[in-house]
């Protein structure tokens, strides 16, 4: 099982020949340039450039998709989907922007409020 982890919170690069099988968590941030099978969880961003693939659920403070993922995505923060980006999964975060040209094969859930006259909250419940 690989893992990869940042002790100073500063960031880790998996680099463009380099393929990762199993788990990858840390506390600071990772940019992906190579391939991920497995899940990432960060404490930090993650940023999947053009031409990385990750097949994995991935849990970081903010995501950046440039190149392919095939999982789901939560975020506590922006979810950001350059263009060129591919994305099979349902992606969960506090704002998501997708660019033209960007690929999304999945659900978005994002809360937001409505103003008063169109109901309040988008979480589906009522006030």
Known sequence: MARTTTGGGGEAV??????????VSGDGDLRLEGTVEGDITLRGDLTIADGAK?????????VTVG???????RAQGVVHLESGARVRGDIQGESVAIE???????RLLVEFELPPELG????????
Do not use: H
């Not at 998996?14 to 788990?23: C, K, L």
């Not at 990750?54 to 903010?62: C, D, F, K, M, R």
């Not at 033209?100 to 999945?106: C, K, P, Q, Y």
């Not at 309040?120 to 006030?127: I, K, M, N, P, V």
């Open 54 to 62: 990750a097949a994995s659920n991935v849990e970081a403070q903010a």
């Open 67 to 73: 190149g392919e993922l095939e999982g789901d995505v």
């Open 14 to 23: 998996i680099g463009r020949s380099t393929r990762v099988r199993g788990r």
């Open 100 to 106: 033209d040209g960007a690929e999304l094969n999945g």
């Open 120 to 127: 309040g909250s988008s979480g589906g419940r009522r006030r």
